[in-house]
């Protein structure tokens, strides 16, 4: 067996794109469900509200509080993750949330309706952060962002598959199991999240140490790079969960994922209502399922930017004007938005918010592992997942609340655009420190301490 070398690039490559053959498609899988089952509230908002007595206020708390024990248990969930392993962690994870996402479908009063979110956030909490995770462990850092992009795209996938999904299954759904329409959607779209979490349980794999699949040159070259990588990131922070959690870093990292779901989050919960506004506003008239095209549209656009951005990341290895600029371009998108005269100028700008917002979070995942290692990028992970959700409970709490106060969106979106523009600041000004910079390419004897063996 060769001695593990920057000339054994192709030997590493080979490794990499059997692990994402094997890991992506499954993981990105799983998140399109996570985030249709997350969000897929807003889809069903108008009679939903209607049903239960909601104002948008109301119903803005209620999609935000999914977000309270989801941020509280993000760091337990990990360190968990960290000690029991990926495939079985993750695997409880999606049963566990399908079942209680499920019980969505049965609420009905206000209460109800905000006990069922608070669990649902309970249920779901560490799935993203262990996911990055896994793949930290799984993918060296030339190829991670990619990596983490290919993972990411899910989110606005999702609600390019959801939308439209959703929409029919309330239109023809009404009526079944004796249900109202938003209440069959709700249901139907829970039961693939306890069906993946079971095949997740057996499919998953958890390290490279155990990939029967990989070669022993490939196991060999893969596990010493990424040691390599990793004792680059063990100089500029400790290996324990509780330096991550006293690292100043993460604070500052962690809100640059605050301002990137500031906006992601106002779009995925009040994007269809805020095209009924417009469009009425305009003269014009939608159907549900026209409102839902039009939805996706943004989400098409965060596509193909997530691909392109954490492409080009990758390729000149930088993150922090990866980050910047887009934040910077989405905030004016979403600040003009709703100034522009008519339907196709406001969905052009929203487009272009979405863009900017959604393909900054594969930049914002690479941060943490370039000075966490261990228990600590464990922990760490959570907590900047944890952080930055906490924009899923500002963010539709405020914009519904603003709407409820003054009848429009637009100054809820100027904070959003605010936000944006202060997490680009900071992506900014960590550009100069070292952590940040390219990790190490030298050889190094070590073994991998963090990988997990279950």
């Not at 070398?5 to 490559?13: F, H």
């Not at 309970?122 to 990619?146: K, Q």
Request: proline share 5%.
């Amino acid at each position: 067996m060769s001695a593990p070398s920057r000339l054994s690039s192709p030997i590493v490559d080979s490794a990499t794109r059997k692990a994402a053959w094997r890991i992506i498609p499954l993981v990105m899988l799983m998140y399109v469900i996570s985030y249709i089952d997350r969000v897929n509230i807003g889809f069903s908002a108008a009679n939903m509200k209607a049903d239960l007595g909601l104002s948008s206020a109301a119903y803005g708390l209620g999609a935000g509080l999914f977000f309270v024990g989801y941020v509280f248990l993000e760091v337990p969930s990990n360190i968990i993750l960290h000690k029991v392993g990926a495939r079985v962690w993750l695997a409880r994870i999606m049963v566990t949330w399908g079942i209680i996402s499920g019980s969505m479908a049965f609420v009905n009063s206000e209460a109800m309706f905000y006990l069922v979110r608070i669990l649902l956030g309970v249920a779901e909490a560490g799935f993203v952060p262990g996911v990055i995770y896994l793949l930290s462990i799984w993918f060296p850092s030339h190829v991670r962002a990619r990596m983490v992009a290919l993972f990411i795209i899910a989110v606005p996938l999702a609600v390019v598959i959801g939308a439209p999904l959703s929409a029919l299954l309330i239109e023809h759904g009404h009526g079944v199991l004796g249900l109202a329409g938003w209440r069959f959607m709700l249901f139907v779209e829970a039961i693939p999240a306890v069906v993946v979490g079971i095949l997740a349980f057996f499919a998953l794999p958890s390290s490279p140490t155990k990939a029967r699949w990989l070669t022993d040159d490939e196991r060999h070259h893969l596990i010493a790079l990424l040691d390599r990588e990793a004792d680059a990131a063990s100089h500029h922070g400790a290996s324990s969960a509780l330096a991550a959690l006293k690292d100043w870093r993460i604070y500052a990292v962690s809100m640059i994922g605050f301002g990137v779901n500031m906006g992601g989050y106002a779009l995925s919960f009040f994007l269809p209502q805020v095209i009924t506004q417009f469009s009425a506003q305009f003269g014009q008239s939608f159907s549900l399922f026209e409102t839902a095209m039009l939805t996706a549209i943004p989400y098409t656009c965060a596509v193909i930017a997530l691909w392109f951005v954490g492409k080009s990341s990758d390729k000149r290895q930088e993150r922090h004007f990866h980050a910047a600029v887009p934040l910077i371009i989405g905030a004016i998108g979403f600040a003009s938005a709703l100034y522009l005269p008519n339907t196709a100028a406001v969905m052009v700008a929203i487009s272009i918010g979405a863009a900017g917002s959604y393909c900054v979070l594969p930049i914002f995942w690479q941060l943490p592992p370039r000075f966490l290692t261990g228990a600590a990028a464990a922990a760490g992970m959570g907590v900047a997942g944890g952080l930055a959700n906490v924009a899923g409970f500002v963010s539709p709490y405020m914009t519904g609340a603003i709407e409820t106060a003054t009848g429009s969106y637009k100054p809820a979106m100027w904070i959003v655009a605010a936000v944006m523009m202060i997490s680009a600041g900071i992506a900014l000004a960590l550009r100069h420190r070292p952590e940040f910079s390219n990790p190490t390419t030298q050889p190094t004897n070590t073994h991998r301490k963090d990988q997990e063996t279950h």
